[in-house]
C-alpha cells in the first residue's frame, strides 16, 4: 500500500463545477461531453501512467496536458489541478493521487448524470 499523498493546491479546487459547463453550452450537452470525458477518462489516465512507467518524460507531459485540458473544458477542476501538479513534478505519489482524483471525478460525473437525467422533462 503506497502512503497517502499530502495534501496539494489541487484537493482545494472543487471536484467538479457541472454549473458552470451547463450555464455555457447548456444541459443536454453538457451531459454528453461529461459523458465522453467519463467514457475516456480511463484511457487519459493509463496514458499518463504508461509514459510515467516507461520514463518518457515529453510524453508524459502530453498525456497530462491532454488530461487536463480534457477535464478543464468540463469542469472537473480537482483533476485539471491534480494533472497540472503532476505534470509539473513528475511521477511518483502523485500518479496514486491521480487515480483516486480520477475515480472520485468520475463518481462525481455519474452522480450528476443521474441526477440531470431524472430532472429532464420526458416526452409522453
Not at 509539473?88 to 452522480?111: C, K, M, Y
Request: proline share 5%; hydrophobic share 45%; with cysteine.
Amino acid at each position: 500500500m503506497h502512503p497517502p499523498c499530502p495534501s496539494s493546491d489541487a484537493d482545494a479546487e472543487p471536484l467538479l463545477a457541472a454549473g458552470d459547463l451547463v450555464e455555457a453550452v447548456g444541459a443536454p450537452l453538457a451531459r454528453e461531453v461529461l459523458g465522453d470525458l467519463v467514457a475516456g477518462l480511463g484511457a487519459r489516465v493509463a496514458a499518463v501512467h504508461d509514459a510515467a512507467s516507461a520514463g518518457q518524460e515529453e510524453e508524459l507531459r502530453r498525456a497530462c496536458h491532454a488530461l487536463r485540458s480534457a477535464a478543464a473544458q468540463v469542469g472537473a477542476r480537482r483533476l485539471a489541478a491534480t494533472t497540472t501538479a503532476l505534470e509539473r513534478s513528475g511521477a511518483g505519489a502523485a500518479l496514486q493521487r491521480l487515480d483516486e482524483v480520477a475515480a472520485s471525478t468520475a463518481r462525481a460525473i455519474g452522480s450528476w448524470l443521474a441526477r440531470s437525467s431524472s430532472d429532464a422533462p420526458t416526452r409522453g
